[in-house]
């Protein structure tokens, strides 16, 4: 073993108990909207989330503050949520609403509420440790595309990902070499931008043709362009346009989101609309998010199998070559801290723009390797006749 | 919770500049050429005159401002000077078929 004095080693301080400041988007409006109450285990705690007779959806701690009741395996009943145990009627505010064999409810029977926003087909909650409602001007950007007509519905993707923190996923949005490794993207264009409570990824991109070889005859997509922003700890939009070799744009708007279950896990969901190309029919069109939709899974799987064996690292070793990593922890502490203690230097814009020519020289080289070694392989007699 | 300082920032630091458009003062550092970090204050956001006249743009990020180009330039310009090192050593690359370099290859 090399003397330690020469070692590098990897510094990782515990990952925090306390769980980000901000909205967190717990899905699709549709998926919680039938009646039934949902389980969510979240922010290290079990919550109940269900939709009243009044369509209006809320966000409960799951355990009845009566019995202990998990009111997740409950009813709804009007617009409260009724408890297996005992029947104890809790309303969305927080407050129990009607016990049906008591004469009154007790006094300061309150369980805890989470504050909710339904937008653009998804449900959100706010997370704050010190128990404050939203600020003013603290929210989430309306989706147009979302309500468009000549977009398609969400295509969701929701994956649990145990053995991690969820910091793994944020510092994804600074790490350009790993798109081109993990997501099979080629970034030729690469800037972040942080300021205030939101991170842009400034993204230009071209087609990997070693990962989705052209079949002749068809429209291949050749590039894409996207802007994508952090709003809050959680919660990122990209805005994304693919091109394609005959001119056409596509335009399509990402979401990647998260919210922790504990400190060392956390459930990953993306989700796609696409504007629905002229010609297409709204089933070919849903086909075709699906299609994109699908791709980025894969990519997504391969950084799961990443956060599965990696260790977590307070100190990495950066080349020029990469991104802001310091710099994005330091914007995305100020959701880890009291909202009094949020410093100047945590919400600063800060710039960051990475020069690509290296890793695209690099990346070419790899690509045309990738390329010969499957002409070679299709090439080779052993491999004649061979159908799987 | 803490956060470590950038390794890189040992071998060179993040270097003070005034825009040359507006005066706003700002930390850069260079890595190359084509590389640029910048980091802004309030006051500098405040005096920025391209951020000022920047209206929110279309989709869900329009707020989200790339740049300003003035300090772009401002940048690129005290590198070429050499009043701003660049890490990189590799000299900034010329056109030779441009006239405006053909000083740089008589």
Known sequence: ???????????????????????????????????????????????VVFAGEDGVISVLD???????????????????????????????????????????????????????????????VWNDPEGNPPPEGVTIPRIAAAEDPEFTDWHWYTVTIDGSNCREIVDNVVDMAHFFYVHFSFPTYFKNVFEGHT???????????????????????????SVASYHGPSFMIDDLTYHY?????????????????????????????????????????????????DFIRIGFEQDVAIWKSKARIDNPLLCEEDGPVYQLRRWYEQFYVDAGKV??????RFEFEIDTTRPNEAWRREVEANLAARDAAANDPADAGQTV | ??????????????????????????????????????????????????????????????AAFAGCAALRDSVRAAAVRGDLRVVDEEPLKAN???PEHADDHA
């Open chain 2, 1 to 62: 919770m803490s956060v470590r300082p950038d390794n890189r920032l040992a071998d060179v630091a993040m270097t003070p500049l005034a825009c040359t458009a507006c005066g706003a003062g700002v930390e850069v550092r260079k890595s190359s050429w084509d590389q640029t970090s910048i980091q802004w204050h309030q006051d500098a956001v405040d005096a920025c005159v391209e951020r000022r006249a920047t209206t929110v743009g279309a989709g869900p990020n329009g």
């Open chain 1, 62 to 124: 799951a355990y009845c503050r009566h019995m202990g009741g998990d009111l997740s395996q409950g009813t709804v009943k009007g617009n409260e949520i009724a408890c297996p145990f005992h029947d104890w009627r809790w309303g969305g505010d927080g407050r129990c609403k009607a016990i049906p064999y008591a004469r009154r409810v007790p006094l300061r029977a309150r369980t805890a509420s989470w504050p909710t926003l339904v937008q653009d087909g998804m449900l959100f």
């Open chain 1, 343 to 348: 410093t100047r230097e945590m919400t600063d």
């Open chain 1, 199 to 225: 991170a842009t990824q400034f993204m230009e991109g071209i087609g990997r043709e070693d990962i989705r070889p052209r079949k002749p005859g068809t429209n291949a997509s050749v590039g894409n362009s």
């Open chain 1, 245 to 293: 070799e005959d001119g056409m744009d596509i335009p399509a708007v990402l979401i990647n989101c998260h919210y922790p279950i504990d400190a060392n896990s956390f459930v990953l969901q993306y989700g796609i609309v696409v504007k629905k190309m002229p010609g297409l029919n709204d089933e070919e069109a849903a086909a075709m998010a699906q299609r994109m939709g």
């Open chain 1, 1 to 47: 073993m090399t003397a330690t004095d020469d070692v590098r080693m990897i510094e990782a301080e515990a990952a925090p108990t306390r769980y980000a400041r901000g909205w967190h988007c717990l899905g699709l409006e549709r998926d919680f909207a039938d009646g039934t109450p949902h389980q969510v285990s979240a922010f290290g705690e079990k919550l």
């Open chain 2, 96 to 98: 030779p078929e441009n």
